[in-house]
């Protein structure tokens, strides 16, 4: 750790003994202006009390079609299927995820550097940004696990450094989002309270994580006391649609038991001017797959 790593302040304190806490955000959800980009003044406004903004139609049904086949043809790679990039489903061993997908897929590369993108998750965090974290999602049907409530900047935080909540994510649907097939789940709000979670972080924690998290997320008390100020919405809309959500919002999504897979390409942005330094809560960080420490600003 470096003399300016060391002299960071842990705002966001985790991985606790015990008695966890909730604590209030010190750092806004939004922090560009109307004139920053394509969300005027009451899209900006919404977004910053709920946390999240769902754009319809970000693309078209022929871009959708050009992604999803670029989805299958990435699952259907032998060759990349060894690659440690790739998660598979704990039971079945599908294809669950593949990370860094902006540096495999030049098609995703070229998605993350459109300005419908791009523009939006500068303006929102009010700077220049570089992806921090890129994959694409696979849920089928009838057998996709979902992932229990957690706020990513908790994990961003303990495990690869991440000072501030000042990122966002962007998740793009390549499948109608039903609220029957595993759609996400967010509690709009959450975003201005920091869950405090109990654990000492493993080492190599993310090679059981990503498949199923079990440090790192809330109580059921907490998640309880959460849900009863905010309420939960879900992300539900046609294919081509785009979900913007800030990195600490509670989220969380049931399995799909239904025919109807459910698959999205996920980019997070964030800040430069919120790069990483040593992990908060871990003794080394996640390989950079995961947590990438290429600050170069995203350029269209």
Known sequence: MTLTESRIKDAYPTRVAADAKLLDRTDPTVW???????????????????????????????????YWQELVRLSSDEKLKADERVITEKKSGEVRSIFEVHLISELISELARDPRVLDRARQILGSEVYIHQSRVNYMPGFKGSGFYWH???ETWHAEDGMPRPRAVSCSIALTDNYPFNGGLMVMPGSQRTFVQCIGETPDDHYKASLKEQEIGVPSENDITKLAAEHGIDQFTGPAG????FDSNIMHGS????????????????????????????????RPTFIGSRDFTPLTR
Do not use: C, M, W
């Open 32 to 66: 560009g202006s109307e004139h920053d980009g394509p969300f005027d003044a009451a899209g900006l406004a919404a977004h910053d009390a709920k946390g999240y903004t769902i754009i319809e139609g970000l693309l078209s049904p022929a871009e959708v079609q050009g």
């Open 151 to 153: 706020s990513d900047f």
């Open 241 to 244: 649609s785009a979900l913007f």
């Open 254 to 285: 049931g399995n799909n038991i239904t025919p109807y897979p459910r698959s999205n390409i996920f980019l997070v942005f964030n800040s430069v001017e919120n790069t990483l330094v040593e992990p908060f809560a871990a003794s080394k960080p």
